[in-house]
């Protein structure tokens, strides 16, 4: 049975909502998790190993064989569009556990709500697209919500963790317009899904390597922590981003904006549980102002289809995001 996009893209949200809760819940309980090992879950252990498990959970669900084929139907420019996305996915990965250092997961989770407007706002720019003005005032009260949070709870400057969670969302909005174009292209989601997860842990590992050095990665296969990672991968990350590329290849990116932001209700909740990481008055007041741009854009007439001027457009950009990384010959 066909799930409606907008769900599976609520669902979507929602779980990516868990992912910095989740972080902070293995990091704070590492010790136990790598039995006895001091920082068994680090920084290089969760993404090149959260990433790299994904990429073997697909492979593993679909079938070698079934993946390459899709993979090796494609042309050069699109396969290399993979690729740069799979970066993109590294370098959102590395922006949230990077910022988590700094902030706390429930600011995390309530900047986070920034990333689906911006894709609604640049994916309207990209595609043409009229932002009506409930649109308009709805994400404007999403945006003054994060506001609230980055600015009340900090004497009004914006401190390094959360700067980094605001670049992670400018980072989604890149990498999702790609993917979405992307997908047009007559791309599988178990091969974008499959190059996206084992494109960015090659990448995350090399660059890892290069930077921190081999002695980074020593505590990878201490204790639990590849159970924990495969569970992790595949509900936090597969199943989050089947969900998201078959909901966001069916709708508008204004759709995708207004159903992706309910999530960070769920998420407070979650932190607050699993992280006693109870919500501070200026997180409260976040959230609210956020909710109520939820509902002012939940009013809004959605789109479920896409036209063939959107079509051409994201093959054209499809075509311009592989040339970035295309070589010269």
Not at 97 to 120: C, D, F, K, M, W
Not at 295 to 311: H, L, V, Y
Request: charged content about 10%; some cysteine.
């Amino acid at each position: 049975m066909k799930l409606d996009p907008r769900y599976e893209l609520l669902a979507s949200r929602v779980l990516a909502a868990l992912r910095p809760v989740l972080i902070a819940f293995l990091v704070m309980n590492g010790a136990a998790l790598g039995q006895g090992t001091k920082t068994p879950i680090s920084f290089c252990n969760v993404l090149f190993v959260g990433n790299l498990c994904a990429a073997l959970v697909v492979l593993c669900w679909f079938k070698p064989g079934p993946i390459w084929k899709d993979i090796k139907g494609l042309s050069t420019r699109v396969r290399l569009g993979l690729v740069l996305d799979g970066g993109l996915a590294a370098l959102n990965s590395a922006l949230i556990y990077i910022g988590l250092e700094y902030t706390s997961s429930t600011n995390a989770i309530l900047l986070g709500r920034l990333a689906p407007v911006l894709y609604a706002l640049s994916g309207a720019v990209v595609f043409s697209r009229l932002i009506s003005k409930r649109d308009w005032l709805g994400f404007g009260f999403i945006i003054a919500g994060t506001l609230v949070v980055a600015l009340i709870g900090s004497n009004w400057m914006v401190n390094k963790g959360d700067a980094l969670i605001i670049m992670s969302t400018v980072v989604f909005a890149i990498s999702s317009i790609l993917g979405k174009a992307i997908l047009d292209q007559d791309v599988s989601l178990r091969a974008l899904v499959f190059v996206r997860n084992g494109s960015s842990s090659v990448i995350f590992f090399i660059v890892a390597n290069v930077v921190f050095g081999p002695h980074h990665f020593a505590d990878a296969f201490s204790g639990k922590l590849w159970i924990v990672m495969v569970i992790y991968a595949l509900l936090i990350i597969v199943v989050a981003q089947f969900l998201w590329f078959d909901a966001s290849n069916q709708l508008d990116s204004i759709s995708v904006g207004r159903w992706a932001t309910p999530a960070p209700a769920v998420g407070v909740l979650v932190a607050a549980l699993l992280n006693r990481q109870w919500p501070a008055s200026n997180q409260v007041v976040g959230l609210l102002v956020i909710m109520v741009g939820v509902m002012i854009t939940a009013f809004g007439k959605s789109k479920p289809a896409i036209g063939k001027q959107e079509q051409e457009q994201m093959a054209e950009l499809a075509a311009n995001g592989a040339n970035v990384i295309a070589p010269v010959t």
